[in-house]
């Protein structure tokens, strides 16, 4: 299952977000209007990859194919 690849908090819709200071791996990313918790740093990053490599592949495609054109 993927996450949902928009960048708005689900409780207020703000795109701001904070790093508090943590523990070297273990940073949570929070909400900076409500403070809402989107879990650990590492997790959002990974959550949000496929995201990354779809459009890579896709650019990829595209140029590709402009050049055989």
């Given at each position: 299952m993927q996450a949902p690849t928009s960048p708005d908090c689900?409780?207020?819709?703000?795109r701001a977000?904070?790093?508090p200071p943590g523990r070297e791996?273990?940073?949570h990313v929070f909400c900076e209007d409500c403070?809402?918790?989107?879990?650990?740093?590492d997790r959002?990053?990974?959550?949000?990859?496929h995201a990354?490599?779809?459009?890579?592949?896709?650019?990829?495609?595209?140029t590709s194919a402009s050049r055989d054109a």
């Open positions: 689900p409780d207020c819709g703000s977000k904070r790093f791996g273990q940073y403070g809402h918790d989107f879990g650990r740093y959002l990053v990974a959550n949000y990859r990354l490599d779809e459009l890579e592949a896709h650019l990829e495609t595209s």
